[in-house]
């Protein structure tokens, strides 16, 4: 059964600073989501990686993958309050195209 | 920009009653999912559905649950007798491929007292 754990869970950061979130999952997939919801809001997709040693970046955010060690990382660069959210990575299941969830990251990035 | 839509936003309903959660997936969208979150929990996979029936379910989705697809456009996930328990936020996802980024809808919270 595949599983999806993330850490850490919260993570309260001051502006300006870096900052990585860990996203390890049991067993072999093809492709790892990243999806950022709002407080009482849906999710919208930030990334999806495909291969290993992918890397996309879009503004202050940049995820890799690394299949081999079944780990992906969000990392943070000069965190900005508007990046206050909580942070899901999600793992590509099986031939149904389902998700798995990881437990998601409260990020509360401090003026 | 098209987008999931879901209706209502907010259901509150008795133990025991019937619900039926409305979803309107992406128009050119043929992969269809159902997805919950409990309260201050992670997000957790019930169903998908293709070609009209379901390709997978999850050991959540029960006898009480059931999706259908009633037309071209909406999507459904009926709970026969809601238990406390079955109170979370209910998300809707589709995509356009097996393969494709699933897109969500906003979300019904679903509150059963």
């Known amino acids: 059964e595949l599983k999806v754990e993330q850490n850490p869970l919260f993570l309260s950061m001051q502006e300006g600073k870096n900052y990585t979130i860990y996203c390890n999952y049991s067993?072999?997939?093809?492709?790892l989501y990243w999806y950022r919801q709002d407080p009482g809001k849906s999710l919208e997709s930030l990334f999806v990686?495909?291969?290993?040693?992918a890397v996309k970046q879009e503004g202050r955010l940049m995820a890799s993958l690394d299949t081999k060690a079944r780990l992906s990382t969000l990392h943070i660069t000069a965190a900005v309050h508007d990046l206050s959210a909580t942070y899901f990575c999600?793992?590509?299941?099986?031939?149904?195209?389902?998700?798995?969830f990881g437990t998601g990251t409260l990020l509360a990035v401090q003026p | 920009e098209p987008e999931v839509t879901q209706t209502p936003s907010h259901q509150v309903t008795q133990m025991g009653q019937e619900v039926i959660l409305r979803c309107v997936p992406i128009?050119?969208?043929?992969?269809f999912y159902w997805y919950r979150q409990i309260l201050g929990q992670k997000v957790e996979f019930l169903v998908s559905?293709?070609?009209?029936?379901?390709?997978?379910k999850s050991e959540i989705f029960d006898d009480q649950f059931s999706v259908e697809r009633p037309d071209g456009s909406n999507f459904t996930l009926k709970i026969r007798s809601t238990k406390l328990e079955d109170s979370a936020m209910y998300f809707c996802?589709?995509?356009?491929?097996?393969?494709?980024?699933?897109?969500f809808g906003p979300g019904t919270r679903l509150t059963v007292l």
């Open positions: 559905f293709y070609n009209n029936e379901i390709s997978e």
């Open positions: 996802a589709s995509s356009g491929d097996l393969s494709d980024t699933q897109y």
């Open positions: 128009s050119n969208h043929l992969y």
């Open positions: 067993t072999t997939s093809d492709r």
């Open positions: 990686l495909l291969s290993n040693g």
């Open positions: 999600a793992v590509y299941g099986g031939a149904t195209n389902k998700l798995i």
